[in-house]
């Protein structure tokens, strides 16, 4: 089992930078791909960015690249979401998930941190 807390939400305004932060319980942590997501109100969850075990393979959603840069650190159980260049459509509870492989769905989910971006 993987427990999931994120912080660093909080208010910015647009243009500004939010770092986000996911700590993770359990041994397993190093081994497990991570993601990132978010839901806006009114909206349906959507995929934010992802980062494979070895750190080296990273994903992003369209809307997000170049901005936004995911990273994790396996010694401390620690994943990341630095956030620059907000705008007020990225505001939203962020997520960080958890999956104990590729060929699973994302299993194990935080309780959210909100992001609001005002212009």
């Known amino acids: 089992q993987v427990q999931l807390v994120e912080s660093g939400g909080g208010l910015v305004q647009a243009g500004g930078s939010l770092r986000l932060s996911c700590a993770a319980s359990g041994r397993a942590f190093s081994s497990y791909p991570m993601g990132w997501f978010r839901q806006a109100p009114g909206k349906e969850r959507e995929f934010v960015a992802s980062i494979r075990s070895n750190s080296v393979i990273t994903s992003y959603a369209d809307s997000v690249k170049g901005r936004f840069s995911i990273s994790r650190d396996n010694a401390k159980n620690l994943v990341y979401l630095q956030m620059n260049s907000l705008k007020p459509e990225d505001t939203a509870v962020y997520y960080c998930?958890?999956?104990?492989?590729?060929?699973?769905?994302?299993?194990?989910w935080g309780q959210g941190t909100q992001v609001t971006v005002s212009s």
């Open positions: 998930a958890a999956r104990r492989s590729l060929t699973r769905d994302y299993e194990y």
